[in-house]
């Protein structure tokens, strides 16, 4: 896998830093950048692969225009396959023309998204008009949902920004797996709490939060039974089975 090998090459743990730099690797695409993002506080740049992707994050978020805001809105992606297009320079009054002056031709804005959290934006830019076919756009969507799972189980907090806690210590491979633990565990919190499923992981990742745990591993006590929600309780008064 093209994200593995990058952190082979950097002789670390698999991080969104790889995600972007797989991503330019594998897309027709100049360049990649991620964003924290939330609703209720300052968003930041979080990586960047080159001087102009960081310059669109940092456009972006600073003039609250352009694709990847609309993105982070709207929750689905935005496809700017040319920044020249007639009226986006009226949609975008300041960044279209910014983000053309950095070298950006062509911007595509992905939203990272897991039920009903949405923590950034993944954005890949062109410097030439660039249209993603319909296999391209699938990579670059699971490029968005690999970097959702590094940022959720780095624990993003409320102001967007990471706490510090560590990456998986798997390899890319075993993502996978952790992330079919993550869902089996909010199917049981659906039962346990009597919620729909998108609910039950609001309440799985806040009680990780809450207790500066790792998701995965919260995950882990749930499907094992060592800890059981109660639908009264808050997110630091669930308690553990004995």
Known sequence: MLVA???????????????????????????????????????HPLCSTDDISEQLEELQLTLGEGPCVDAFARGSAVLTPDLLTTGLQDHWAVF???????????????????????????DLYASIPTVLDTEELADALAFADLATLLLLDTRIDETGAPTGGPMPDGCFEDLGAYRAEIDQASGMLTVQLGVGIEEAFVRLRAHAYAQGRRLADVAADVVARRLRFSPDAEPDQDEEET
């Open 5 to 43: 090998e990058q952190a082979v090459r950097r002789g670390a743990r698999v991080s969104v830093v790889d995600v972007c730099t797989a991503a330019v690797a594998a897309l027709p695409v100049g360049g990649a950048g991620l964003s924290a993002m939330s609703r209720t506080a300052a968003s």
């Open 96 to 122: 279209a023309d910014a983000a053309l002056e950095a070298g950006a031709r062509a911007v595509f804005s992905l939203p990272l998204q897991k039920g009903a959290i949405s923590p950034g934006v993944l």
